[in-house]
């Protein structure tokens, strides 16, 4: 049964940085490319940024410069440094393959919360 937990999350002031860690298990972790999605209150779940397998990454515009992928197959993980964090972050933040299939689940996410 694959299980995907994020943490990491919290409360930073505009212009702060948090690290996100998305640890996996029932899954082989280096055969996809996984992916960071967010869903802010009212709108739905988007992706901001991905990994492949050989590590080539893609971000979404909004997040370009400031986010950065990665990921660690020996550990199973998924990391996502977030820099220089505006408000409009602020979103609940989820790790799955890309594209997730129809059948795998989603965790149960990490709060971010971008407020002075």
């Known amino acids: 049964q694959v299980q995907l937990v994020e943490s990491g999350g919290g409360l930073v002031q505009p212009g702060g940085s948090l690290r996100l860690s998305c640890a996996a298990s029932?899954?082989?972790?280096?055969?996809?490319?996984m992916g960071w999605y967010r869903q802010a209150p009212g709108k739905q779940r988007e992706k901001v940024a991905e990994?492949?397998?050989?590590?080539?990454?893609n971000y979404a515009d909004s997040v370009k410069g400031r986010f950065t992928i990665s990921r660690d197959n020996a550990k199973n993980t998924v990391y996502l440094q977030m820099n220089n964090l505006k408000p409009e972050d602020t979103a609940v933040y989820y790790c799955?393959?890309?594209?997730?299939?129809?059948?795998?689940?989603w965790g149960q996410g990490t709060q971010v919360i971008v407020s002075s």
């Open positions: 799955n393959k890309v594209p997730p299939g129809i059948r795998d689940s």
């Open positions: 029932g899954m082989i972790l280096p055969i996809y490319t």
């Open positions: 990994v492949s397998t050989v590590r080539s990454t």
